[in-house]
């Protein structure tokens, strides 16, 4: 079927589709690839776009799962939409819509609520989750955070309030917005550790499986830390200064230096990551300059 008649035959859905700020054209561009065509419009430049798909609603989870988009992260289907010249009304009529979802009665629910920073919602977005979790009581189903049936999506834009009911699966992330969080830890040295958890967990990489990394633009540590506690050893390479608590680990060895003047071993490594604050270009190179000193066939290169 061509995209032209699937547009014509109402063969069409919307979803408020999200990525890391700064990577929205990237996940666009990803949906024209898997649709064909995209009607996009901004709601959060750089970040969240409400698009337009000539597909089925049930279809498109499916497809973009098949195709494993690396810049969208979360989608959320609009079936209810309303303009919020007058709030309270948009919020009672969507009170109303969610009250009609009879499927939602007995069972585990994650409403997730979002806004943007010119929202009509002038509080915060957890206040507004509170006032609808109340006004939804009679629908009593059983609230949770994570392990839902069903997920409740609201999104608060400037001047429209959006919302639609979905299983998790089909907002690819069943973390708002597909932000994934984790709990900040006593010691913890940088937040950069996110990227590595978030990374063994989205991936199910199980780190534990390698024996020793190579670390450049490690400081102050946060990535060493997580290897150092998964029992690898690790070389860090960075000119700046790793936090001193990692200094006294004999698993440890830290290079000062830039990591064009390191050299090491051929195949020393079973694993390098790399999380270096620099152009993308030549941080490329750097790393392709280094790829000796992984071990052949068994080269794992992260992120
Ligand atoms: C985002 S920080 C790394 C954070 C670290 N992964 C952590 O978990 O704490 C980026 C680091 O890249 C380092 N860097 C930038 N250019 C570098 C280069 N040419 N060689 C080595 N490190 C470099 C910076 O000094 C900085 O410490």
């Not at 700020?21 to 996940?27: Q, R, S, V």
């Not at 977005?125 to 997920?151: F, H, I, M, N, P």
């Not at 003047?261 to 990551?273: I, Q």
Request: aromatic share 10%.
């Amino acid at each position: 079927m061509s995209t032209q008649s699937s547009w014509e035959e109402g063969n069409f859905s919307r979803f408020i589709c999200t990525a890391n700020h700064g990577f929205a054209p990237y996940a666009q561009e990803e949906l024209r690839r898997t649709f064909g065509a995209v009607k996009s419009t901004v709601l959060v430049p750089g970040e969240i776009l409400l698009a337009g798909l000539p597909v089925a609603e049930e279809e498109v989870a499916d497809k973009l799962w098949a195709e494993y988009p690396t810049f969208l992260r979360h989608i959320q289907p609009v079936q209810f939409q309303e303009n919020t010249e007058d709030s309270e009304q948009s919020i009672e009529k969507l009170i109303a819509f969610v009250l009609n979802h009879k499927e939602l009665t007995g069972t585990p629910v994650v409403l997730q609520v979002r806004k943007t920073e010119g929202s009509f919602w002038q509080e915060n977005a957890a206040s507004l989750k509170q006032l609808l979790t109340e006004k939804l009581d009679e629908l009593g189903c059983e609230w949770v955070v994570r392990d839902a049936e069903y997920v409740i999506s609201v999104f608060a834009a400037n001047d429209m309030l959006y919302a639609g009911v979905s299983r998790p699966e089909q907002n690819l992330s069943d973390w708002s917005g597909g932000a994934v969080r984790f709990q900040k830890e006593d010691g913890q040295i940088s937040r950069a550790k996110f990227k590595l958890l978030e990374a063994e967990q989205t991936f199910g990489i199980d780190f534990t499986s390698f024996h020793k990394a190579l670390d450049i633009g490690a400081a102050p540590g946060g990535w060493t830390s997580f290897l150092l506690e998964r029992g690898l050893e690790v070389t860090a390479v960075d000119p700046a200064k790793m936090d001193a608590t990692l200094l006294a680990s004999p698993k440890l060895t830290f290079l000062k230096k830039n990591a064009g003047d390191v050299r090491f071993r051929e195949g020393e490594f079973d694993l390098l990551v790399c999380d270096m604050s620099w152009s993308p270009k030549l941080m490329s190179r750097l790393v392709s300059d280094l790829l000796y000193s992984l071990q052949p066939g068994e080269q794992r290169l992260l992120p």
